[in-house]
């Protein structure tokens, strides 16, 4: 096989992004900003400073700087497993005899398995900086708790991690790993916090979301001397830093001239979906260039496709503040049966805010299909997929497919965010038959929408 | 930091090797041939034919060939996982505060978790070749089967694994990715086997070796049309595909211009090791350079430490050829505690003839300290390391050590075979303090000795 395009794409060192690139920046349309839902007044660094470390405030809040420096610290950590390849599914492309150029970004290649490290590390040193004790975190498939865990190993900080407790049974092996990086795990909702003890009141047996887990964690943060919570998606600083992805995937694509025709992400709170297309939306916002943009949600949590764009509570527990986004309600809870992660309510604020000005499109799949599109792409491409970066896969597949009926040639990039190795429980019950496709109903979605908070 | 070594060196494609070394080719002292059990003669192509295939024969048997190419169609799979990177453990040198310069090559970016896609591929390809319906095969931790199983979905053959029983019950995922693959996979020893009939029979509640294992995939093998036996380790062919590791390695030193005084690997039948070592190894026998070569095993299984030079079964049931190794004998099972792969209870062929000349050292590790080099590394380096990788993690630390106290900066090189993701039983119990350092007695070596088979 003669290629002028290598299987994969590796950035050199001096090649590696040395700023974040804050997409805020060049929306004119800016994502609505938080709200206290006691007074309905935005919230600024002074309302947020209990919950969360001065810098990220100050990265949470700001709408204009474009490009942030990425300290020296986190880039000689981001050495230690970036750049994450860009690699060329020749394989895949065979297999499906499209006349497609599939490329996908690997987040995998680290032992948290997931995009996630890219944030963890940078929040870990902010919070160091400031002198902290510690963090309290959520995590629900447990890959933004294990990245926490080693982003806090390596700066010394203690990690308190509170799990969606169907993942935490589903993945009795990812508490070991959180343990050998020195954090706790508490599966949520528990009895140690107020806003445990009365979610369970209200919903006993419980499977758990991530909106329990966060209520829990503020709370712990809050209330202890010398920590702040942390969070892995929704929050525009998760998505500044997770444009690392979206940067070296520009900058490996440059370097052999190529130019996407389409990218595709998996959309739970939005984190690898927004970091990946941050450049490139950046273009398109400028008017410089134009990509098609897809946001591949679950058919069980589907905010985007099936949600409303309105103030809500990033939580369950309701203490958090309100945000504009696509939501599906914070009371809605997943079935338990769906296994891919994906299971937030809401989404970020700055993909809410693009998706409703028509920036990009997207899709929900049901569970059934993404498995089936992990399993060919594990046969061919060799990686074991995260069923939430398999939602992605799924519809990259579906549009190769779209291709070899055309005839034409489109390049489609799409976000592998990470490896399916402790979600073997979920694979076991496809192979088994046993998993089905669950699909909230219009009445159970409007009676959510009822409860939603009232603000102007 | 200002380093002119990056954290990790990637070769380009075009860098990457186009053939295997054979480091046989190099040894004044050739391995002892495989010997017929009935006859006392050495095994021949034509009596090998029933159990392997055609080709790969052909490489077990060639003593004299330096360089075979490696065939374009493995090289492009080969291009979907490497090349893998040649790491700078800065970050373990600064907090061991060692003067020493610390690489290891990084074999577990890839699904199966190690480096036995390397030579899985290759096997499965001649397979193919040959025109086979498929393989069996013996697997302990599970690596050597996701990888085959991996290789036999990419080419589409039927793939029969059997695995040592102990892990299949800590492991009970792996069984799920190699179903993922499209694999079979039986606990070792089973009923469907005559060999796991008498074994059951001889040792009722055996918790199975791969030596067990072996045996059976071997009868299955020869008893069914179109299939053949392969092996993920111990034999000299395995040792030739996984040179590509250790030509890989050399390729990336040399590209910075670094000479490296050490080489350390794990051991268990010799497949990464012999395979990291190969080009060094073969430099220091033509005597155009010089390394020390440390060969690490647990401490339970300790067969170049404790074990004797001698014609041996490779295998438990006795139905395989004798080799001449380093060995413990064909009935010795390392206790169940034991947790960390490298259950073998002989050594590679060639390695043992090294071994025997002088070329290289030994040094066998209790798994507690395994384990906690294990954790030392996983919290500074990122990645969670296999069981098996970690003794020659334990092994380049101490060495690291000794050079704190020295004041040498030597350049350390190690072999880093895996991740450790399927191993979170074992991590469990090291954690909970429930695992133990199973050494076996002299006495029991010796009544094992006892039973070697007399060859002259």
Redesign the interface.
């Known amino acids: 096989?003669e290629n002028k395009i290598?299987?994969?794409i590796?950035l050199?060192?001096n090649e590696m992004p040395q700023a974040w690139y804050n997409l805020r920046a060049d929306m004119k349309n800016k994502p609505a900003p938080l709200v206290n839902p006691g007074t309905g007044q935005p919230m600024t660094a002074a309302d947020l400073a209990p919950v969360f470390c001065d810098e990220l405030i100050a990265q949470e809040l700001d709408e204009t700087t474009p490009y942030i420096e990425i300290p020296?610290e986190i880039r000689?950590f981001y050495?230690?497993?970036r750049p994450s390849p860009l690699?060329r599914a020749y394989?895949l492309e065979e297999k499906l005899g499209t006349p497609a150029k599939i490329y996908y970004k690997f987040e995998g290649?680290?032992?948290s398995?997931s995009h996630k490290?890219n944030s963890a590390i940078a929040q870990a040193y902010y919070a160091k900086k400031q002198g902290l004790k510690g963090v309290t975190t959520e995590t629900g498939a447990g890959q933004w708790g294990t990245a926490l865990s080693?982003a806090c190993?390596?700066f010394d900080l203690d990690c308190k991690v509170y799990m969606v407790k169907v993942s935490y049974e589903q993945k009795?092996?990812r508490r070991?790993?959180m343990?050998?990086?020195?954090a706790s795990v508490t599966p949520s909702p528990s009895m140690e916090t107020q806003v445990g003890q009365k979610i369970l009141a209200e919903h006993p047996g419980t499977t758990g979301s991530l909106g329990c887990a966060i209520s829990e964690a503020v709370e712990v943060a809050t209330t202890n001397e010398g920590y702040r919570y942390v969070l892995g998606s929704v929050l525009n600083q998760v998505l500044l830093h997770q444009s690392v992805i979206g940067l070296e995937t520009k900058a490996a694509l440059d370097k052999y001239g190529i130019k996407p025709d389409m990218i595709i992400g998996c959309a739970g709170g939005g984190s690898n979906l927004g970091g990946l297309i941050a450049p490139f939306m950046g273009e398109k916002l400028r008017g410089e260039a134009d990509y098609q943009i897809i946001a591949v949600e679950p058919a069980s949590c589907p905010s985007f496709t099936r949600g409303v764009f309105a103030y809500d509570f990033c939580d369950t527990g309701m203490i958090c503040p309100l945000a504009k986004m696509y939501t599906l309600g914070s009371g809605f809870i997943p079935a338990p049966n769906h296994a891919g992660g994906l299971r937030f309510h809401g989404m970020s604020t700055t993909l809410s805010q693009l998706y409703h000005d028509g920036f990009m499109e997207a899709r929900a799949v049901p569970q059934t299909e993404v498995f089936a599109a992990a399993?060919q792409f594990?046969?061919?491409?060799?990686?074991?997929p995260a069923p939430e970066s398999s939602h992605a896969i799924k519809v990259a597949i579906d549009e190769a497919l779209k291709c070899k009926e055309t005839g034409e040639e489109k390049t489609i990039v799409f976000g592998l965010t990470g490896?399916g190795?402790?979600d073997?429980?979920a694979?076991?019950k496809y192979?088994d038959g046993k998993m089905d496709d669950y699909i909230p109903t219009d009445e159970e979605l409007q009676a959510s929408f009822a409860k939603l908070p009232k603000v102007e």
């Open positions: 096989m290598p299987y994969k590796y050199e060192e020296q000689d050495k230690m497993y690699v394989c290649n680290n032992t398995g490290l080693m190993s390596y009795p092996f070991e790993v343990r050998t990086y020195g399993e594990a046969r061919v491409e060799g990686i074991l490896t190795y402790f073997m429980v694979y076991e192979h």
